[in-house]
């Protein structure tokens, strides 16, 4: 398996990192006691991390390596592909 490392790949460890720091604050404010208004939120807090770290990896991948497969941008044989590529790209802000 060939490793890729892209422009994107610290931002992603970052929130990945916050996401384990709101996972253990949300797995001390259990033990604690805490509300669980306040515990909901942390939680959130976690999977809104963990979302953005997944699109900004999925965006990076379709970015990059998506890219690459097609081939540089000319008119001709690759337009359609380049049509449908941007189309992708539209939806998976949806994700």
Do not use: W
């Amino acid at each position: 398996m060939t490793s890729h490392t892209h422009q994107s790949h610290p931002d992603i460890i970052k929130r990945l990192s916050r996401a384990r720091g709101h996972l253990q604050s949300v797995a001390q404010m259990i033990k604690d006691g805490r509300p669980c208004l306040d515990i909901a939120q942390q939680l959130h807090a976690v999977e809104k991390a963990i979302q953005q770290a997944k699109r900004t990896l999925v965006h990076d991948h379709i970015d990059h390596c998506l890219e690459a497969a097609i081939g540089p941008h000319d008119r001709g044989r690759n337009q359609d592909q380049r049509a449908q590529l941007e189309d992708f790209k539209a939806i998976v802000r949806y994700l």
